[in-house]
């Protein structure tokens, strides 16, 4: 006994397996999180090597490339790239998906201890990050008028920080606007030669004099007295009164030679909020954080923040990237609600009895409920891409009850009583809804075996609507003819409607079976018609843009520009304030908060809400360019944020590798830099190797520094401490620690000749000026020296002009690089090219594998080769279907229409099965072949009108969404609503065409003729 008996027969069972189905969606549902995306681990380990004075060139050789040389032959990375510059090192380990990634943390940790000894002794151990900051979430800005900058960051440091950072879901923050307090010591290089003392000197006393170690105790025979022992320097007045000299009753003190003053341990760098002095923080996400609950509960922080803070200090958050993602959850919930409506509406339509729309309506809520199980179950979470599965899943889930309702209703037209119709027509269509539901979970099969990151986000979306596929075939088959037997009535009168209605759809399938018999008559023309549209529609993809995910208007723009290499955090400053005047002039743009760090300059912008304002971010961002554009000595840029690139800017990043040296890989780049200068579609194309930096080099006289009995090491570390800064120790002032650093004083850094008035101690005692151990040497060099895959490197990035596609110019530069580049360059693409490139290549591998799939499973359904090429023969129009719509709206073929398309395949074919499956009944009682598709078509026509007709509108709230994230839901909608309908309307042509060649060529070839 089939399910559909057993259900029938027992209305209570059925009516229990689907409240089962209510309960685990409502158990799973409240054990979900909300994101706006699904959770995708990054993957990436960042080494940070501080080396204070050290050169880039210095970085690059010593600390970067052993540490690269050693990461290399972990197994599972993706990329290995680095970056020297003065002082620091960093080297960014990206691995695959689907790594053991804390397996793979362990290794890099591991063999980072068995290179200690190779890297330089006098380095910072290195600093180990699971993450890389490009997930922004949101700034924070702290003000007071009556506090100085480093005063605020001091407040901030100790009170703030550490609150922000124990947010579950909070990675990396940076804090801007001042860095922190040091004791700077100041020296002066005259005064140190005239009382004959030395870097050493100054550096051995302060390293004496400021200690802290355990003292002991006192003890009796019955007690003991522990002993503390107060040896630190605590002020700028004690270090200033330090001792560095004293014999025969003269003494020297560090105020004789220089000076100790409260500082900061940095250059200066500005934060300002609507032109107001702030102390800013960047709040990153941490690779499994959830930019919604992280957000909520850094909103609950900075509340409790506002009731203790100073009395004049303010605080706020200026930019939050979590407002659009839950305006636009907000927003599909709504679509969900909509396209709910519009499916009843279709129903209600299509039926005319109120009676019969019941049976199909329950199931929207069971499937819709039991989906949010379906998400549990696999650990996702509700996000957009699951909500929008939901949305399209409410004209589907109704699909197989329809059908089922259909079949049966129409036995009982025939005079066969409820329940006897019941069992005859479930029994009928259970093999088509069976069918049906597997080929639509078949196109999602193959995702599940990949790693990919257009697999991962791609994964939550279609097994959650496969979830709830399947959920909608197990109800047809189970409460959908239960309800049938127990709520339809015989046939006796017919509304006005439902009699109207029965005689449209007469006279509807009269004329479609005049058509189809005609079009079956002249198949060889419909046949090249269709080869037509199909090789148009090849050429209709090919022109299609290509994006990783569509460009949303989420209220930020970001804007990074630079002043010229080498200018310090004052002078860019000056700029910053012009950029923050054009911002500020614009009444589309409510907050300005900017950042300026040595020739940097940050401008993060708040808009108005999207629904008060009439251009959208990427039309701000071009008037503010237009703006600035002629403002001299600044070079940047302004850009919408988004979630698919937050900060990082570029369209178009290329890196060019090389095997030689930086000054031939420079020419090759500004080589190619004027090449892609000429490319239509590019703009702002730029290189990160200048070789604009002003550097000294220092020249060392071995010989003369051996006659002198003065060692390298002694050199180096005198250079450093003088020109670099040197940390030597650390003071406590109250309970905070705060470093000591020593450096010559400002006039002597400002001049490349005071190098002269710098001595050291030769062996005899006697001063030596280091102008004689060393000479200076004026150079123009690279800041910062690049590795790509241990390979020297530079970046080439550009920006795409309006109406270009960044398909095109990648295809352009993949045909024409080989032969610009030199033998031992090569080239590789970043960024979100290089997500362009995996997208496209992971999506037409998704697309062949799907086919296959529901292949397969066709022809282990209908136990025939055939019949599966009968029924996929429509899918190719059906997805140019899509891709017309994409063309009319001015769309673009990515993640979410990527989705859409490849579900088209499973949607269109549910009608090739309905038909194919009904003629093949018919041809085993007798029928022609022509006679068999004729009469099943014309059978299966409503049906497939009213499945069509509830898809359709299901989708519609999408295909017209507006608010946030709406471009995305506006493409998946039309491409669906465009294909289904282009695909149903050839399915009713194709198909039966398709069947008339084909099915000669059955096994039971013989018997049909």
Same mark, same amino acid.
């Given at each position: ?40 681990? %990054? ?42 510059? %003065? ?611 220092? %020249? ?310």
């Amino acid at each position: 006994m089939k399910i559909s008996e057993v259900c029938i027969y027992r209305p209570v069972l059925a009516t229990v397996l689907s409240l089962v189905v209510i309960l685990f969606g409502v158990l799973g549902f409240f054990h979900l999180d909300t994101r706006y995306f699904p959770k995708i681990e %990054q993957h990436v380990i960042v080494i940070d090597t501080d080396y204070p004075g050290a050169s880039s060139q210095l970085i690059e050789k010593t600390v970067n490339s052993p540490i690269e040389d050693a990461m290399s032959i972990i197994s599972g990375i993706d990329s290995l790239t680095s970056s020297a510059t %003065q002082g620091e090192g960093k080297v960014k380990i990206k691995f695959v998906t689907g790594v053991d990634f804390s397996e793979k943390a362990s290794e890099v940790r591991d063999k980072l201890s068995s290179i200690r000894s190779l890297l330089p002794e006098d380095i910072d151990a290195p600093a180990v990050k699971i993450s890389d900051n490009t997930d922004f979430l949101l700034n924070i800005a702290i003000t007071d008028a009556n506090l100085a900058p480093a005063q605020i960051r001091d407040y901030v440091e100790h009170y703030v920080k550490d609150k922000i950072q124990e947010i579950n879901g909070v990675g990396d923050i940076d804090i801007w606007g001042s860095s922190e307090y040091a004791m700077r010591i100041w020296l002066n290089a005259q005064k140190l030669a005239a009382y004959n003392l030395t870097v050493q000197d100054i550096r051995t006393a302060i390293e004496n004099s400021n200690v802290q170690s355990p003292a002991g105790e006192f003890k009796s025979l019955t007690m003991f007295f522990p002993i503390t022992e107060d040896t630190q320097l605590k002020s700028s007045k004690e270090f200033n009164q330090l001792i560095i000299f004293s014999k025969n009753g003269r003494i020297v003190r560090l105020k004789d030679v220089g000076r100790a003053e409260l500082g900061l341990q940095d250059d200066p760098f500005y934060a300002r909020i609507n032109g107001e002095t702030a102390v800013g923080i960047n709040v990153y996400l941490d690779a499994s954080g959830n930019p919604i609950d992280t957000s909520a509960a850094l909103h609950s922080v900075v509340q409790q923040l506002k009731n203790s803070l100073p009395s004049g200090m303010k605080i706020q958050i200026p930019q939050d990237m979590s407002r659009f993602f839950k305006a636009a959850v907000h927003e599909v919930y709504l679509s969900i609600f909509l396209a709910v409506l519009c499916v009843l509406f279709v129903i209600v339509l299509f039926l005319g009895d109120l009676r019969s729309v019941s049976i199909p309506v329950v199931t929207i809520p069971i499937c819709v409920i039991g989906a949010f199980g379906v998400i549990a179950a696999f650990n996702f979470s509700i996000n957009l891409l699951t909500l929008l599965a939901i949305v399209l899943s409410i004209g589907l889930v109704v699909d197989d009850a329809i059908v089922m309702l259909e079949n049966i209703y129409r036995h009982i037209e025939k005079g066969v009583q409820p329940f006897k119709a019941a069992l005859v027509g479930s029994n009928e269509i259970t093999f088509s809804i069976i069918a049906m539901s597997l080929t639509l979970i078949a196109v999602y099969a193959p995702i599940g075996f990949m790693q990919t990151r257009t697999a991962i986000l791609f994964r939550e979306f279609s097994f959650t609507l496969a979830g709830a596929v399947f959920i909608s075939g197990f109800v047809a088959l189970t409460l959908t003819p239960s309800m049938c037997a127990m709520m339809l009535k015989p046939v006796k009168k017919q509304n006005l409607y439902a009699k109207k209605l029965e005689q449209f759809f007469d006279v509807l399938r009269k004329r479609y079976g005049q058509l189809l018999t005609y079009c079956i008559h002249k198949r060889i023309i419909v046949l090249l018609i269709c080869l037509a549209i199909a090789t148009g529609g090849g050429f209709l993809f090919h022109s299609l843009p290509k994006d990783f995910m569509p460009k949303e208007d989420t209220g930020m723009i970001f804007g990074p520009y630079t002043t010229a290499t080498g200018s310090n955090s004052t002078y860019t400053l000056n700029f910053t304030k012009q950029l923050e005047g054009v911002c500020s002039a614009n009444s589309n743009i409510q907050t300005v908060y900017s950042f300026t760090w040595q020739n940097n300059s940050n401008l993060f912008l708040l808009l108005s809400p999207i629904e008060k304002r009439k251009k959208s971010a990427n039309q701000i961002s071009n008037d503010l360019m237009m703006q600035v554009h002629n403002i001299p000595g600044l070079s940047g840029f302004f850009f919408p944020m988004s979630f698919s690139s937050g900060m990082r800017s570029h369209d178009l990043n290329l890196e060019i590798m090389s095997t030689g040296d930086y000054e031939s890989l420079y020419r090759t780049s500004q080589i190619l830099v004027a090449k892609l200068k000429q490319i239509p579609g590019l703009t702002n194309v730029d290189s990160d190797m200048k070789f604009d930096s002003q550097q000294y080099d220092i %020249q060392l006289d071995r010989d003369q520094a051996q006659t002198e009995g003065i060692n390298v090491k002694e050199i180096d570390e005198t250079l450093a401490i003088l020109l670099g800064g040197s940390h030597i120790t650390d003071f406590y002032l109250g309970n905070n620690s705060y470093q000591v650093i020593v450096q010559a004083q400002a006039t002597d850094l400002a001049d490349p000749s005071a190098i002269q008035r710098f001595y050291m101690r030769g062996l005899s005692g006697k001063m030596v000026p280091l102008n004689e151990l060393v000479s200076l040497k004026s150079i123009v060099t690279q800041s910062s020296l690049n590795h790509y895959d241990r390979l020297r490197a530079t970046e080439i990035t550009a920006q795409l002009l309006p109406g270009y596609k960044l398909s095109s110019i990648v295809q352009l530069l993949q045909s024409n690089l080989s032969g610009w580049l030199p033998s031992d360059m090569k080239y590789a693409f970043e960024g979100k090219t290089k997500y362009l490139l995996e997208t496209s290549s992971d999506m037409n591998l998704i697309f062949v594998l799907a086919l296959v799939f529901i292949y397969l499973i066709l022809a282990a359904l209908f136990e025939s080769f055939i019949d599966p090429f009968v029924i996929l023969f429509t899918v190719p129009l059906s997805v140019i279907g899509g891709g017309f719509a994409l063309w009319l709206i001015g769309g673009s073929l990515n993640i979410y229409t990527d989705i859409g398309l490849v579900t088209l395949v499973g949607l269109i074919t549910k009608h090739g099965i309905l038909i194919t499956r009904f003629a093949n009944q018919r041809l085993g009682e007798g029928m022609s072949i022509t006679t068999a598709i004729t009469e099943a078509a014309t059978l299966r026509l409503r049906p497939i009108l009213m499945t069509t007709g509830a898809m359709v509108l299901g989708a519609l709230p999408l295909a017209l969404a507006t608010g946030s994230g709406a471009n995305s839901r506006m493409q998946i909608g039309w491409v669906i609503i465009s294909g289904l309908m282009f695909g149903t309307f050839f399915s009713l042509i194709l198909v039966p065409i398709a069947y008339t060649y084909l099915a000669h060529f059955k096994r039971n070839r013989g018997a049909l003729s």
